[in-house]
């Protein structure tokens, strides 16, 4: 385990899109980051899946980098962020809502598979550098950010929250 | 320099209750994901974009004040969202360089 008390800066950082597909069979979500120039919206046959463009995002994807021992924590599992105003007593990040109280917000890192059917979501290696990261930022302490991953929200398609993307952006194509 | 000065000398108009405070800088950018990655530790962000993500992103990267360009007013929901992450909005008549020029007038960088 790395003793260093580590001092994080965005590397790695790519400009690109967040696309969102859907599976008009099993009604599955995904998502992943292009870097084609312009969005993806081809549909495609997948094993058992027929994803369909349901949106896409001006996007940014980084890596985070320790200045001091030099220690880089891969992000790309991360599709993005979302400010979470879930107070609901039955989900985790509700009831952590309520315990943290008004000057920590609560920040959700999103993984490419809501449903989690692969039992995968952003590492907790991520989810703890992202904290530190934004943490270490802040120049009074006026406010506090904590970091979670989806898979700690109860039903993370209908949980309550705003999505950082830059919606919209996109559609004159 | 604090963002009463910064009031007084650009003629802000305040959309919410807001505490004094230094700024350290600037940020102009109309991007959530660019302020993610750009804005970090400016202080002020100067802006278009008057929707909830735009908040969501400044909370994140410590901004204490957001100036809409243009006379742009966000919605009260987003004005809510602000209230509870302490951050103080403001909007100006000036374009985004029109103003921009304001702040580098007084110093600010």
């Known amino acids: 385990m790395s003793t260093c008390a580590h001092s994080w800066s965005m590397t790695d950082v790519q400009n690109g899109y967040l696309v969102v597909e859907g599976c008009y069979h099993c009604g599955a979500r995904s998502s992943f980051f292009s870097l084609e120039p312009t969005v993806p919206i081809d549909e495609y046959r997948e094993g058992p899946h027929f994803w369909e463009h349901l949106a896409g995002y001006q996007a940014v994807r980084f890596n985070l980098r320790c200045d001091h021992c030099g220690e880089t924590v891969d992000l790309h599992d991360m599709m993005g962020l979302m400010l979470s105003t879930c107070d609901d007593q039955d989900c985790p990040v509700g009831r952590l809502n309520r315990e943290l109280g008004k000057k920590t917000s609560i920040y959700v890192a999103l993984c490419a598979d809501s449903s989690h059917a692969s039992g995968h979501c952003v590492t907790d290696a991520g989810v703890k550098a992202l904290e530190q990261y934004f943490n270490q930022r802040l120049r009074t302490g006026r406010r506090k950010i904590a970091v979670v991953p989806c898979s700690m929200c109860d039903r993370i398609d209908r949980c309550q929250g705003i999505v950082l993307a830059d919606t919209g952006l996109t559609e004159f194509y | ?109």
């Open chain 2, 1 to 109: 320099m604090k963002i009463s000065e910064v009031v007084e000398k650009t003629g802000l108009e305040a959309l919410n209750e807001w505490e004094d405070a230094d700024i350290a800088g600037v940020y102009i950018s109309d991007m959530v994901s660019d302020i993610i990655t750009g804005a970090s530790g400016c202080g002020l962000l100067l802006t278009l974009q008057t929707h909830k993500s735009l908040i969501a992103a400044a909370n994140l990267v410590d901004v204490e004040v957001v100036v809409f360009a243009h006379d742009k007013r966000p919605a009260d929901d987003v004005l809510q969202l602000a209230d509870k992450a302490g951050i103080a909005l403001f909007t100006t008549p000036d374009h985004t360089w029109k103003y921009a020029v304001k702040l580098f007038e007084l110093g600010l960088r």
